[in-house]
């Protein structure tokens, strides 16, 4: 039997509060595709030089890449999101004012952390 | 005298008697990722290069073989239990539902395998 289900998103008003939710569980979703990237990674490390020149090849191109700097956006969002959400189930942080700066912060904290990350690595590299 | 309806008990829906235990375990595992992560993370960026010679003999530490299978395997577990939680919500009927679930843990309980695999290769070769 069709039930109604909440929230609907037709009639809902957007906001930070509901917009960071499903940007957590598609970074979620992101960092599972990185978790199996992860996974090859390492199965190339072992698997020997031959192996772990093509993983590295494939990751260093330009789709590679992208790839990479979106897990790592999606990594930081989702561990200072994550901390948010640890806060809220120990019971803080609840007051509007308290949410949205929280929120925020773990927008933009993820943007500087990424952008930081990258221009170490783009810094170091030859 | 039972009030659930004899379909709903051979169906074995209803109370399944561990009301938090998903819920917790995500949060328990989420705590135990944020310094695994981070450490990961400073840990590859510090790293002088990425080329596979520096990177076997960082992985081939103790600690850091302990700390990567770790990190791999608790990894795992909180992206299954994330996922696991989407395919509910959004896969709907039953055999789906069941199919999909079935194959999503095949999957995790295969990359947690290769990564543990992999990272105890490089690590156990003296």
Known sequence: MPRPISPHLQIYRWQIGNSLS???????????????????WLVALAGGQRSYAVAVKLLASPLGLLGLIGWTFAFTYHLLNGVRHLFWDAGYGFERTQRHASGWFAVLGALVLTLAVWLLIWHASP | MSLRSPLGRVLGLGSAKDGTSHWWAQR???VALVPLTVW????????PSLDYATVRIWLSFPLTGLLAVLLVAVLTYHSYLGTS???EDYV??????LASLLLL???Y???GGASIFSVLRIALRT
């Open chain 2, 92 to 97: 709907h009927s039953a055999g789906t539902k």
């Open chain 1, 22 to 40: 499903i940007l957590h569980r598609l970074t979620g979703i992101a960092l599972a595709f990185g978790l199996f990237a992860l996974c090859y």
């Open chain 2, 109 to 111: 309980v295969l990359v």
């Open chain 2, 85 to 87: 939680v989407v395919v």
């Open chain 2, 28 to 30: 328990v595992s989420a």
């Open chain 2, 40 to 47: 990961f993370l400073i840990s590859l960026l510090a790293l």
């Open chain 2, 105 to 107: 843990r095949f999957l």
